[in-house]
């Protein structure tokens, strides 16, 4: 599988969910690459870690205010710090799932875990350029940051 | 109008936001949701109260995961159907689950639709 | 389950039917053989009844011979034996009248029975009477005296007995003779009566055989007619299983495969039987254990009353599989098959079975999986070292510092926000003319791991360029390429430092020499042909001090060559004042001019052939000069002796690619009409090659010469000349912010 397909699972896995669970597209914005530093994280992040044929990590990190809307879309009312941190883990879930259906054995991916704050530190591969896909839903903008070497 | 709701429902999830998605956007008009549990021994307990007929399930949970909570569950209660509901990550961790007793599988993310169909066909004879 | 229950009603249907009319019939023919007992009894009851009812005339006539015999003493023994027969046969006939007609079932009738009764009594007294006279018979009647015979007593006696029954009896006969006859009327009708019912009888026997006959014959018809659809059937399934490209087959509970099956599943399985087999033994040859172990597992839950075969088809790990088959040349076929199932119920369970289906899909996964092949496996240590080897240290470094310029520069661009069509058409012509440039410099290097790439990439924007509407996920190819480039930056940063010290190690190198040689050419100061490489090299006063300036010329001539060659054109490249660049432009001149010259020899010089027939010599020149003389400005020109620009092709292609509108066509001058090939997406040339042609060149110089400040235009001849000037201020206006590539 190219890198660009691979990328592409965990892109299409992002916007399958907006698609699904909220059933409100989100578009993304170009794509870019994270040039001599490490990306920002938003307030909370959903990540999953890879390592097999090729390591790194994958997240989903986004503002307090758009994971609100999300909940309300999906009606819920408790706008809470763990209910928050569960949608950004399921999201988190969801792309680890669509990973493994679509990689196959060559990679394993670690059960997702949830940071918050801006002021996370992510551990990232040496060596490695990120690639950061904005993830514009509404007038929210997250981001979906592959980082794989 | 209870004999009507034939179905009493459970959801099995470790995720908030999916057990109350859940409650929230079932609309089959023979099923009541009674109660959500967050992980496999809160299940079990609440099994023995509530008694539900069919139970949606999350496989990985804290404390059991789901395909030892499916077993268990069955083995109380036989006619129980269980829908094991995860974000598909190994197939065969699936099909064990419906070995130990559940009637199907739906895959995570999915839509309000996706979860009522899944519902009816679990519920159908 | 309605079509198997109808079918079985049908077949009851039938069964009834025949079972009621082989009763009807049971039951007609009884009655039948009962009415023709009766008939017969009744017929031997009128056979007897009629001959006792001619006794009494008999009786008379009998008893009247006797009193006339004895009136006249002749001899009476006939008629006296006759009366003794006739009672006996009259005393036997009476009960056997009465047998006869309990078996014809009339003894109970009172129309029967009655005058019988009657008959019979007036017999038994006549009889008592007769019997009287028998006795009497023995005795002698006559005594023979000499007048004759004489009545002896007895004679008189028996003569008086006779006398007194005639007359007595004569009411007796009478009656009995009419009530026999009354007898015998009733039992001729009875006769004739069972006779009519006993045809009726047979009539209907007779019809409900045809019916039964005709209901044999009509299920009989039926059953062939539907064994003949069966077998049509069967034909149209056999049919059906021959030519379904898809791989049927059918497995039981006990997990071994059904006999039947389509002919297209030996050929995707590549087995020579599957008849008998095992699922698993189908299975073996194909996947992994665990696949394999997940699959049984799979196929048991089918059976699994409780699951909903529908909700589990998310997890079935036949799905998709991937399966290698050894092939004829003794390697190996890659093919993909997709395994589907579905429980197929039966009369009962233990008829249930699975319907799997397999096919091959490998069509569609290579068609996803193309990208990858596509990639070029020119990334070899060794090829790129030998083009390492190739090229000038100096020049390498600064076209790596170019390149992770504009590879940042591009990234500059994606990371920018916005995701509008506008937007996103922006970023992509941005990137395009970045990366366009560099695969100028690189082709110029003959740097070609580098102009693959990019010229990959350019393949996909150009087919982005194309789309309707863009999304930020079709940039995904590209960010993902530009990652692999600046990767690729880096690994030959890497090596070129590994080949450095290998050259500060050993002695000067071949192609170092090389590259000393070409250096040397940099300086000429005079118009210089490039081909053949220039016999006598002049000494190089400035290039030692200018090291930006001095390359650009050596970047310029294989450049021209390489674009000549791949054009199939003969050029000659000749360049002025090129050393008084000053640092600043140094970058922007050498973009300028390698659009320029790629511009010039793609569309302007023509083929050696062409150039012959127009008179011309068959080497083109492509002129460059850089003049300082206006005190503003420094004065780029670039000039080719081509075909020169064609003006209906120019607005032509405008037109078609809707840069301009028919009526604004009409209004324009010459000159705008030719400013408009620096428009972005702007090519006169349809056909894509590396070199040029997809209209980016000229764009991208455009966009240059704004970015300093400058103007760029275009003077013509057809068929003679082409000729760009660019103006470049001499003072550095505001607008002169981009990056350099130093």
């Known amino acids: 599988m190219s890198p660009e397909s691979e990328i592409g699972v965990f892109v299409n896995g992002v916007l399958h969910y907006f698609d699904t669970t909220v059933q409100q597209v989100a578009e993304c914005g170009t794509p870019y690459l994270a040039l001599g530093r490490s990306p920002e994280v938003s307030d909370y992040t959903g990540m999953i870690r890879i390592s097999g044929k090729r390591d790194g990590v994958v997240f989903f990190t986004a503002p307090k205010s758009m994971l609100c809307v999300m909940l309300m879309r999906m009606q819920e009312t408790d706008m809470s710090h763990d209910n928050l941190c569960d949608l950004v883990g399921e999201i988190a879930n969801t792309l680890s799932g669509n990973a493994r259906r679509d990689f196959g054995r060559q990679f394993s991916i670690s059960v997702p875990s949830v940071v918050h704050g801006r002021n996370a530190v992510m551990e990232y591969p040496l060596n490695t350029r990120a690639i950061v896909i904005p993830i514009e839903w509404r007038t929210y903008h997250a981001r979906l940051v592959v980082c794989l070497n | 109008m209870n004999q009507v709701l034939a179905h009493r429902l459970m959801v099995v999830d470790d995720s908030n936001v999916i057990r109350r998605r859940i409650e929230r956007v079932q609309d089959l008009p023979n099923v009541e949701f009674i109660g959500a549990a967050r992980n496999g021994i809160e299940a079990l307990e609440m099994q023995q109260q509530l008694r539900p007929t069919i139970v949606t399930m999350d496989l990985t949970m804290p404390e059991m995961d789901g395909s030892e909570c499916v077993a268990a569950l069955v083995q109380r209660d036989p006619e129980v159907r269980i829908l094991v509901i995860s974000a598909l990550a190994d197939k065969l961790t699936a099909i064990d689950a419906i070995e130990r007793g559940a009637s199907g599988f739906l895959c995570k993310p999915f839509t309000d639709r996706q979860l009522n169909d899944a519902l009816r066909k679990l519920i159908e004879d | 389950m309605a079509r198997r229950s109808s079918a079985i009603s049908g077949q009851w249907l039938q069964f009834a039917a025949t079972i009621l009319f082989a009763a009807a019939l049971t039951v007609l023919l009884m009655l039948g053989m009962r009415r023709a007992d009766e008939l017969q009894s009744a017929s031997s009851a009128l056979q007897l009844a009629s001959e006792l009812s001619s006794r009494p005339a008999i009786v008379r006539s009998e008893l009247t011979l006797l009193q006339r015999g004895l009136e006249t003493t002749t001899y009476v023994g006939d008629p006296l034996r006759n009366i003794a027969a006739i009672r006996e046969s009259s005393n036997e006939a009476f009960p056997l009248i009465e047998q006869q007609l309990r078996g014809a079932r009339l003894a109970d009738q009172p129309d029967v029975a009655g005058p019988l009764a009657v008959a019979l009594n007036r017999w038994q007294s006549l009889d008592r009477g007769l019997e009287a006279l028998n006795k009497k018979r023995s005795a002698e009647l006559y005594l023979d005296t000499n007048s004759g015979s004489e009545l002896t007593a007895s004679g008189k006696q028996m003569k008086a007995a006779v006398d007194s029954m005639l007359a007595a009896q004569s009411q007796?006969?009478?009656?009995?003779?009419?009530?026999?006859?009354?007898?015998?009327?009733?039992?001729?009708?009875?006769?004739?009566?069972?006779?009519?019912?006993?045809?009726?009888?047979?009539?209907?026997?007779?019809?409900?055989?045809?019916?039964?006959?005709?209901?044999?014959?009509?299920?009989?018809?039926?059953?062939?007619?539907?064994?003949?659809?069966?077998?049509?059937?069967?034909?149209?399934?056999?049919?059906?299983?021959?030519?379904?490209?898809?791989?049927?087959?059918?497995?039981?509970?006990?997990?071994?495969?059904?006999?039947?099956?389509?002919?297209?599943?030996?050929?995707?399985?590549?087995?020579?039987?599957?008849?008998?087999?095992?699922?698993?033994?189908?299975?073996?040859?194909?996947?992994?254990?665990?696949?394999?172990?997940?699959?049984?597992?799979?196929?048991?839950?089918?059976?699994?009353?409780?699951?909903?075969?529908?909700?589990?088809?998310?997890?079935?790990?036949?799905?998709?599989?991937?399966?290698?088959?050894?092939?004829?040349?003794?390697?190996?076929?890659?093919?993909?098959?997709?395994?589907?199932?579905?429980?197929?119920?039966?009369?009962?369970?233990?008829?249930?079975?699975?319907?799997?289906?397999?096919?091959?899909?490998?069509?569609?996964?290579?068609?996803?999986?193309?990208?990858?092949?596509?990639?070029?496996?020119?990334?070899?240590?060794?090829?790129?070292?030998?083009?390492?080897?190739?090229?000038?240290?100096?020049?390498?470094?600064?076209?790596?510092?170019?390149?992770?310029?504009?590879?940042?520069?591009?990234?500059?661009?994606?990371?920018?926000?916005?995701?509008?069509?506008?937007?996103?058409?922006?970023?992509?012509?941005?990137?395009?003319?970045?990366?366009?440039?560099?695969?100028?410099?690189?082709?110029?290097?003959?740097?070609?791991?580098?102009?693959?790439?990019?010229?990959?990439?350019?393949?996909?924007?150009?087919?982005?360029?194309?789309?309707?509407?863009?999304?930020?996920?079709?940039?995904?190819?590209?960010?993902?390429?530009?990652?692999?480039?600046?990767?690729?930056?880096?690994?030959?940063?890497?090596?070129?430092?590994?080949?450095?010290?290998?050259?500060?190690?050993?002695?000067?190198?071949?192609?170092?020499?090389?590259?000393?040689?070409?250096?040397?050419?940099?300086?000429?100061?005079?118009?210089?042909?490039?081909?053949?490489?220039?016999?006598?090299?002049?000494?190089?006063?400035?290039?030692?001090?200018?090291?930006?300036?001095?390359?650009?010329?050596?970047?310029?001539?294989?450049?021209?060559?390489?674009?000549?060659?791949?054009?199939?054109?003969a050029v000659r490249l000749v360049a002025r004042g090129l050393e008084h660049v000053p640092a600043r432009y140094s970058a922007a001149v050498k973009d300028i001019c390698i659009q320029m010259i790629r511009n010039a020899v793609v569309h302007g010089i023509e083929s050696p052939q062409l150039r012959a027939q127009h008179g011309k010599s068959a080497e083109g020149t492509v002129q460059i000069s850089f003049a300082t003389d206006s005190p503003e400005d420094y004065l780029l020109t670039i000039e080719d002796d081509g075909r020169g620009l064609s003006y209906e092709q120019i607005m032509d292609k405008a037109l078609r690619q809707g840069l301009l509108r028919p009526q604004q066509a009409m209004a324009l001058d010459r000159a705008t009409v030719y400013r408009l090939i620096f428009q972005p997406g702007f090519s006169t040339v349809d056909q894509v090659s590396e070199h040029a042609g997809r209209g980016v060149g000229l764009d991208a110089v455009g966009s240059l010469v704004r970015e300093h400040g400058g103007k760029v235009g275009v003077s013509t001849v057809a068929g003679q000349y082409t000729r760009f000037k660019v103006l470049l201020p001499k003072l550095a206006t505001a607008s002169a912010a981009a990056p350099s590539a130093a």
Not at chain 3, 218 to 227: D, G, I
Not at chain 3, 258 to 270: I, P, V
Not at chain 3, 313 to 333: A, W, Y
């Open chain 3, 172 to 569: 007796n006969l009478q009656i009995m003779g009419d009530k026999l006859g009354q007898l015998c009327a009733m039992l001729r009708a009875n006769v004739a009566d069972n006779g009519r019912s006993l045809r009726s009888i047979l009539l209907g026997g007779t019809g409900v055989a045809a019916l039964l006959l005709g209901m044999m014959l009509y299920y009989a018809w039926r059953a062939r007619l539907s064994a003949a659809s069966a077998a049509s059937a069967q034909r149209q399934v056999a049919n059906i299983l021959g030519t379904v490209r898809e791989g049927l087959f059918l497995v039981g509970r006990d997990m071994r495969l059904g006999e039947t099956c389509s002919a297209s599943l030996t050929q995707l399985l590549r087995l020579p039987a599957t008849a008998g087999l095992s699922f698993e033994q189908l299975l073996e040859p194909l996947v992994d254990q665990k696949t394999m172990t997940a699959a049984l597992k799979f196929l048991g839950l089918l059976w699994k009353d409780k699951v909903h075969e529908e909700l589990i088809e998310s997890v079935n790990p036949l799905s998709q599989i991937e399966v290698s088959f050894p092939n004829s040349h003794g390697g190996t076929d890659t093919r993909y098959l997709a395994f589907s199932f579905r429980r197929v119920r039966g009369d009962e369970a233990s008829a249930d079975y699975l319907l799997g289906v397999v096919a091959d899909v490998t069509d569609r996964v290579l068609l996803a999986r193309e990208l990858e092949h596509a990639k070029a496996d020119n990334d070899s240590q060794a090829s790129l070292l030998l083009q390492l080897l190739r090229v000038d240290p100096n020049q390498l470094q600064s076209f790596l510092a170019t390149a992770d310029v504009a590879f940042r520069k591009s990234n500059a661009m994606l990371t920018a926000p916005g995701i509008e069509q506008q937007d996103l058409k922006k970023k992509l012509n941005g990137v395009f003319r970045e990366l366009h440039a560099i695969k100028g410099e690189a082709a110029a290097l003959a740097l070609r791991s580098f102009v693959e790439r990019i010229h990959a990439i350019e393949d996909a924007l150009s087919a982005l360029r194309g789309k309707a509407a863009l999304s930020g996920n079709d940039f995904l190819p590209l960010v993902v390429r530009l990652d692999e480039l600046m990767t690729h930056v880096a690994t030959i940063q890497s090596m070129q430092e590994r080949v450095a010290s290998f050259r500060l190690q050993g002695a000067k190198s071949p192609s170092e020499a090389h590259a000393d040689e070409q250096r040397d050419t940099t300086v000429i100061n005079e118009p210089v042909a490039l081909e053949p490489p220039p016999a006598a090299p002049t000494p190089a006063p400035a290039a030692a001090s200018a090291p930006a300036s001095a390359p650009i010329l050596e970047l310029l001539r294989p450049l021209a060559q390489e674009v000549a060659r791949a054009q199939g054109r």
